[in-house]
């Protein structure tokens, strides 16, 4: 080892040593604060979104005696980016923060959340722990949150359904021609009374054709919707709702039974498991989930949703901070009680391989529904980032009129340079 690594290490180790003594001082009281929201991240039931953060400082307080943890309960997500701003119109912006996904490319550019970039390199902390979209949902050109909670969307399908028509159900490398050819052959009329009763899917949207593609059109100054593949991936669509005949599947449809293939975010199908979920949805036939279908075997199709804790930039206890943080995200205690008790799965690998992990999906394997923990993890080893800028959802709420309306017309092909020109005028 060369003398200038030597002494490196020995100045990591003398920092390390230094941070120690400064936050177990006993005279030196802290008192660190916590932004987050009330609620799920993900817009489904849990009422024990506290529960996680409470275990999270109780021990935290533990370990660090002279450190007090204190948060505002009862913030809203509707609420939460107003209430933020506030804070930091006001300077008492919280030492750590959660972090909504409209909101980071704006607090990350304007300098209110920390660089952790010299953090994370200091410490030598191993990113490869995480699942890498994760890791970068929460970095722009550097990274200045890390992933607390994640929510991939996968496949639902009706085993049962299939298993009827004599259908093998298909593998986790399965592509859009085997969505579209299965779909096709479950499309029919069983009771010969002239109306179709039986359907391939519900609830596949322009969004999740596009992420079957592999293309992402919205960037901050522009959209590319006028693209080869873009107008073949809506023709698809188009050639897929073609198939009911223009009846309008529902969801009471899919727990009737009578729809082969639903997209579903894992909270979504999480929140439909537990009692009384159980009772009174998915009770009449067997469901099991996989990656969403793409163009070829081994395109990344999965979209993913992250939840982002990052911390102030101005925190008067970068230290202490960083440490809470980090127990926050990297716990693996901490992160196997969000899976449990919180309807999103963990952004780290080792968590959702666990035992435990392993051992509430099979919960769910021998009632109605399944998901495998194994294809579980492949699907979040290779998923796909939603754009990170501050008009994003204002954009995507317009796009998702404008292309629905089209679809529904049958004039997409020749509407979508429209389209593209009214959302490059929105974003400019």
Not at 24 to 43: C, E, F, H, K, Q
Not at 315 to 320: A, D, F, G, L, P
Not at 327 to 341: F, G
Request: some cysteine.
């Amino acid at each position: 080892m060369t003398r200038i690594k030597k002494g490196i290490l020995t100045l990591v180790s003398l920092s390390l040593v230094l941070i120690y003594c400064l936050i177990n001082d006993p005279s030196r009281d802290i008192t660190l604060t916590l932004g987050l929201y009330a609620g799920s991240s993900w817009d489904v039931p849990n009422g024990e979104s506290y529960q996680v953060i409470d275990q999270a400082i109780k021990k935290f307080e533990k370990k660090y005696p002279n450190v007090h943890v204190e948060y505002k309960s009862g913030i809203i997500k509707d609420d939460y980016s107003s209430w933020l701003a506030n804070e930091i119109t006001k300077g008492t912006t919280p030492d750590v923060f959660m972090v909504l996904p409209d909101d980071f490319n704006t607090l990350s550019s304007i300098g209110i959340l920390k660089n952790l970039d010299r953090l994370i390199k200091e410490e030598r902390i191993d990113t490869s722990l995480f699942y890498q979209s994760a890791l970068f949902a929460g970095n722009n050109g550097s990274q200045y949150a890390l992933p607390y909670e994640i929510n991939p969307t996968i496949m639902c399908i009706n085993h049962d359904l299939l298993t009827k028509e004599g259908i093998a159900i298909p593998s986790s490398n399965w592509t859009i021609d085997d969505f579209y050819n299965i779909s096709n052959q479950v499309t029919k009329d069983t009771n010969n009374d002239g109306v179709i009763d039986q359907y391939g899917y519900y609830g596949f949207d322009w969004q999740d054709v596009l992420d079957c593609y592999g293309l992402q059109v919205f960037k901050e100054d522009n959209c590319h919707l006028d693209k080869k593949e873009v107008k073949e991936a809506f023709l698809y669509l188009t050639k897929l709702k073609a198939l009911s005949n223009g009846y309008q599947v529902s969801s009471e449809d899919f727990d009737q039974g009578k729809v082969a293939f639903c997209p579903l975010t894992f909270a979504q199908y999480r929140t439909y498991q537990p009692y009384p979920y159980r009772i009174s949805k998915y009770t009449s036939f067997k469901w099991s989930c996989i990656s969403m279908p793409g163009t070829k075997s081994n395109t990344i199709t999965t979209h993913l949703d992250t939840s982002l804790i990052g911390m102030s930039s101005q925190t008067k206890h970068q230290e202490i901070a960083w440490e809470f943080l980090k127990m926050l995200t990297m716990d693996e205690d901490i992160q196997q009680s969000l899976l449990d008790n919180s309807k999103g799965a963990s952004p780290l690998k080792k968590v959702m391989l666990s035992k435990r992990t392993k051992e509430i999906l099979a919960q769910d394997a021998v009632s109605y529904a399944s998901l495998d923990s194994d294809v579980l993890n492949k699907i979040l080893e290779n998923t796909l980032v939603e754009p990170k800028f501050k008009e994003y959802e204002n954009i995507l709420e317009k796009a998702d009129y404008l292309i629905n309306q089209s679809i529904d017309q049958g004039t997409i092909d020749n509407d979508l340079n429209k389209i593209q020109k009214k959302l490059e005028n929105e974003l400019k």
